[in-house]
């Protein structure tokens, strides 16, 4: 009986080792989950949000922190150059309540860069919004765990890789359009964009007034703008947008005209239909069919309009 109390006992300190034994470990990432953010002057009276996430049983807060400094040191007091801003830490009840991740934010306007006291980056009395301003910032967090013996350890945890931001006010590269197709009610845009864009804008002016525009990722494919009128000739203009939301210079400006009865060739193209010449229609049942259907099609637009 002695031997099995004595066994129980060597598994339930086993046990308790291991739980408290456990290191813990820290992650700070983007919400895409990259260990680098971009932010510029269109951010400046908003937040961005990153994610922090805590393995193992921490025993205190979690602290976070911004500098300027090179590396993170084991808290924002320690930091030895430059600058830097504290954030809100979390609770280890929050940590445990919330599985060990959550969201979180910072001010972009209260950036360390911006700092009054510190002339660090830019110089004392640099705002948010000013321009030739970039930096790049560390997101730094740390923590400690419980020891092998269930003691809160003295040895502070920081994250392995803290997470970049980089303040950046310089607008990428004026974009170049390459191609406009013409579609029913709407213009498709082939738009050549700088590496350094992450989204294009393609605008259609009338008389130099701005009639439609679109926005989306470069690595959509064409712009399809819309909302326009056929046979009427648009000036088109397209701008590339970088990470920190920095909008290029227009590209030169091209020209486009939508058309009925195009727009119904073209989505027959992107369908998968063949292209022109013997080819396309080949005389035979799938040409006459295509033939047939352009007739019809065009027959009950002429009957609506």
Do not use: H
């Not at 967090?141 to 502070?156: E, P, Q, R, W």
């Not at 013409?182 to 213009?187: E, N, R, T």
């Not at 947008?241 to 058309?259: H, K, M, R, V, Y």
Request: include cysteine; glycine fraction near 10%.
């Amino acid at each position: 009986m002695r031997n099995l109390l004595f066994s129980a006992a060597v598994l339930l300190s086993s046990a308790a080792f291991g739980q408290f034994g456990t290191q813990v470990q820290i992650t700070v990432q983007s919400p895409t989950n990259t260990d680098n953010v971009s932010v510029g002057p269109s951010q400046c009276g908003a937040t961005s949000s990153f994610i922090w996430r805590v393995a193992g049983t921490p025993c205190t807060e979690l602290s976070l922190w911004i500098t300027t400094d090179t590396d993170c040191r084991e808290s924002a007091s320690a930091q030895t150059a430059g600058s830097f801003r504290t954030l809100t830490s979390i609770p280890v009840s929050t940590i445990t309540t919330s599985g060990g991740s959550a969201t979180a934010t910072f001010q972009v306007s209260n950036l360390p860069i911006f700092s009054t006291t510190t002339p660090t980056d830019g110089g004392a009395g640099v705002s948010c919004g000013d321009p030739g301003l970039e930096s790049t910032m560390r997101l730094c967090a740390a923590t400690k765990g419980y020891d092998a013996l269930g003691s809160c350890s003295s040895t502070v945890t920081k994250a392995a890789t803290p997470l970049e931001i980089t303040y950046d006010t310089k607008s990428p590269d004026a974009p170049s359009i390459k191609d406009v197709s013409s579609l029913d009610k709407a213009l498709k845009v082939t738009v050549d964009a700088p590496e350094d864009a992450l989204q294009v804008k393609v605008v259609a002016l009338l008389e130099g007034v701005v009639v439609s525009e679109e926005q989306q990722g470069v690595d959509v494919g064409a712009v399809r703008v819309e909302k326009l009128q056929n046979d009427v000739t648009y000036q088109l203009e397209a701008y590339a947008i970088d990470a920190a939301g920095n909008q290029s210079l227009a590209s030169a400006a091209s020209e486009g005209t939508p058309t009925r009865t195009f727009g119904f060739y073209e989505r027959y193209r992107e369908a998968g239909g063949e292209e022109t010449g013997c080819g396309a229609t080949g005389g035979g049942f799938a040409g006459g069919g295509m033939l047939a259907a352009l007739g019809f099609w065009l027959f009950s637009r002429r009957n609506r309009s």
